[in-house]
């Protein structure tokens, strides 16, 4: 193979009239697409940002007229649907007297504690099992029957453990942000390309250098993946431990509202959680874009 075609340069030959032998001319560039249309690409209708947007609220749109409907109609009792006024109602008062804002603020915490938790170990366990033998050997099926046990059994050996202070808390959301981070990264890691790692130890990168450098960005999608289904569990672990052993936050207030037949508060504050929940995805898909734009 010549120097220039190793170089991506492209020839042609061809025999002119009245020359003995053939000569070389470069082939012409092809035209850009953009430039022999005269317009520019344009973006797929779906995937406009705008239309997502739209898109997205219609079916909670929707789902909130049937509320008002059945409510305003009499299909199903106040006291079991009260009308959505009435939870804006109890979301006022609870926050002019900060109930509401120190509840949600002792949950996020709780949360953004345990996740990050869950998520370093779950990674470091992750670069274990799929990068060496003897890890996935050892660590594979204990894992794997941890995975198995319901949240809410180690809720009662916690709270021996740790008592009912945020410890237990936030160890109980830490694992269950733990094995979407380790599952999806473990896979992840088990699969990169050999010919990418054997490219890379040719530039003589080993360890944190090769892990870094080659591996990191391969399994990136699979990472970010992993810490948005761990930021979910996250939540769903959250009112599993506020549910038992809490005097604050959000699961606490459904404990509350249902001793006290507060359906409004109830439904309240599962419109917050489905809130906070679709907030912090919609913040670590911003992170998910801006980390492949610079890595993938």
Not at 132 to 139: E, M, P, Y
Request: glycine residues 10%.
């Amino acid at each position: 193979m010549s120097t220039d075609v190793r170089q991506g340069r492209a020839s042609t030959l061809h025999h002119e009239p009245g020359r003995d032998g053939p000569s070389v001319t470069a082939a012409p560039a092809p035209a850009p697409v953009a430039a022999a249309t005269g317009a520019p690409a344009r973006r797929e209708f779906w995937a406009r940002p705008g239309v997502r947007i739209v898109g997205g609220l219609i079916v909670p749109a929707v789902l909130l007229l049937a509320w008002q409907v059945a409510s305003s109609t009499g299909a199903i009792p106040a006291y079991r649907l009260p009308a959505p006024a009435t939870v804006v109602t109890a979301a006022v008062e609870m926050a002019q007297t900060g109930e509401l804002w120190l509840n949600i603020a002792i949950s996020v915490q709780r949360v953004l504690l345990g996740f990050a938790l869950g998520s370093v170990i779950g990674i470091a366990a992750a670069g274990l099992v799929g990068l060496t033998r003897i890890g996935d050997v050892l660590l594979s099926p204990s894992l794997a029957a941890l995975r198995a046990i319901p949240s809410l059994a180690l809720v009662p050996l916690l709270l021996l453990w740790m008592g009912i202070g945020e410890e237990s808390k936030v160890t109980l959301i830490a694992i269950g942000a733990f094995f979407p981070v380790f599952t999806t990264v473990a896979g992840a890691l088990r699969h990169v390309d050999a010919h990418l790692v054997e490219m890379g130890r040719s530039f003589s990168l080993r360890g944190w250098g090769l892990f870094r450098t080659v591996q990191l960005p391969a399994v990136l999608p699979a990472l970010v993946s992993g810490l948005r289904l761990g930021m979910a569990q996250a939540w769903l672990f959250l009112v599993a431990s506020e549910l038992l052993g809490a005097a604050m936050g959000l699961g606490f207030l459904l404990t509350i509202s249902q001793q006290t037949g507060r359906v409004d508060r109830i439904l309240l504050t599962i419109v917050l959680l489905a809130l906070l929940g679709a907030l912090s995805n919609a913040i670590l898909s911003v992170v998910q874009k801006r980390l492949l734009r610079r890595w993938a």
